[in-house]
């Protein structure tokens, strides 16, 4: 595991762009595992000054996100796929038909599970696979107890997760109890990996991550160790209690 500290959430996001630009301009129609939540804001955010400043193009790009909550339209703003298209999608020149979600309406649930699985396959594989990291150490929604061989599944999510994504929902009611998520075999067996973490909520899961080498399902960020292609790009809040001289 390639640790990258950088001073803050900007810098996470200039760094983390840097590598996904130059994998872009190296090969066009690569595949891109991106992830929603807080931390990839900085990323998508300098992706997109970027794509205006130099036209880097994502034309020929595909991208391949990590989940998608149970029961919310496309046009919820609590959606991922709202999420994907408001942060980076409507500013970049990608087309629609190059960019895949699970689709968290799908009457078939568990179809459409085989389906998510099926289209990666069909598009060669993520190239480069973007996470962040849940304070309990969850990677997509891959919550802890999830086995390390399942692939794309259903899942109810812990309470803890809901409660830290309840900022965004008027409630704690309305945030979904479940989402469709690629699974942590999914996710190990993108060709590279860039898990990136930011602010003081995820120092001990970066400390249990990069302070310890021990894999269990209990924490499922340690399956990543497993993995040889892993870069950690994360500010110094959230490598605060990470002993950076004998990393894992
Ligand atoms: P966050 O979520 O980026 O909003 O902190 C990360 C995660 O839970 O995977």
Same mark, same amino acid.
Do not use: W
């Given at each position: 595991?390639?640790?990258?500290? @950088?001073? +803050? *959430?900007?810098?996470?996001?200039?760094?983390?762009? #840097?590598?996904?630009?130059?994998?872009?301009?190296?090969?066009?129609?690569?595949?891109?595992?991106?992830?929603?939540?807080? $931390?990839?804001?900085?990323?998508?955010?300098?992706?997109? #000054? +970027?794509?205006?400043?130099?036209? $880097?193009? /994502?034309?020929?790009?595909? $991208?391949?996100?990590?989940?998608?909550?149970?029961?919310?339209?496309?046009?919820?703003?609590?959606?991922?796929?709202?999420?994907?298209?408001? #942060?980076?999608?409507?500013?970049?020149?990608?087309?629609? !038909?190059?960019? /895949?979600?699970?689709?968290?309406?799908?009457?078939?649930? =568990?179809?459409?599970? !085989?389906?998510?699985?099926?289209?990666?396959?069909?598009?060669?594989?993520?190239?480069?696979?973007?996470?962040?990291?849940?304070?309990?150490?969850?990677?997509?929604?891959?919550?802890?107890?999830?086995?390390?061989?399942?692939?794309?599944?259903? @899942?109810?999510?812990?309470?803890?997760?809901?409660?830290?994504?309840?900022? *965004?929902?008027? $409630?704690? =009611? &309305?945030?979904?109890?479940?989402?469709?998520?690629?699974?942590?075999?999914?996710?190990?067996?993108?060709?590279?990996?860039?898990?990136?973490?930011?602010?003081?909520?995820?120092?001990?899961?970066?400390?249990?991550?990069?302070? &310890?080498?021990?894999?269990?399902?209990?924490?499922?960020?340690?399956?990543?160790? #497993?993995?040889?292609?892993?870069?950690?790009?994360? +500010? &110094?809040?959230?490598?605060?209690?990470?002993?950076?001289?004998?990393?894992?």
């Amino acid at each position: 595991m390639h640790i990258i500290p @950088v001073k +803050d *959430f900007n810098d996470l996001g200039r760094k983390a762009s #840097q590598f996904i630009i130059q994998l872009v301009r190296e090969k066009p129609d690569a595949v891109l595992g991106l992830a929603t939540g807080s $931390t990839p804001k900085s990323t998508y955010k300098a992706l997109i #000054q +970027d794509h205006r400043l130099n036209g $880097t193009s /994502y034309q020929h790009v595909r $991208t391949v996100n990590l989940d998608e909550y149970v029961g919310l339209a496309k046009d919820n703003p609590n959606s991922y796929h709202y999420f994907m298209r408001d #942060q980076l999608f409507n500013h970049i020149d990608i087309p629609d !038909r190059n960019i /895949y979600i699970p689709n968290g309406l799908a009457s078939d649930l =568990e179809e459409e599970c !085989r389906r998510y699985d099926r289209l990666i396959t069909e598009l060669g594989g993520v190239d480069l696979q973007i996470l962040g990291i849940g304070r309990n150490g969850h990677i997509g929604f891959n919550e802890p107890g999830t086995s390390f061989e399942v692939m794309t599944h259903v @899942v109810d999510l812990t309470l803890d997760t809901r409660k830290a994504n309840a900022r *965004f929902f008027n $409630t704690l =009611e &309305e945030v979904p109890k479940q989402a469709i998520t690629m699974g942590i075999k999914n996710i190990l067996q993108s060709r590279s990996i860039l898990l990136l973490a930011s602010g003081p909520s995820k120092a001990d899961a970066m400390a249990r991550l990069l302070n &310890e080498s021990k894999i269990t399902n209990a924490f499922p960020a340690s399956s990543l160790h #497993q993995h040889r292609n892993v870069t950690v790009i994360a +500010d &110094e809040d959230a490598l605060s209690m990470v002993y950076l001289g004998r990393r894992a």
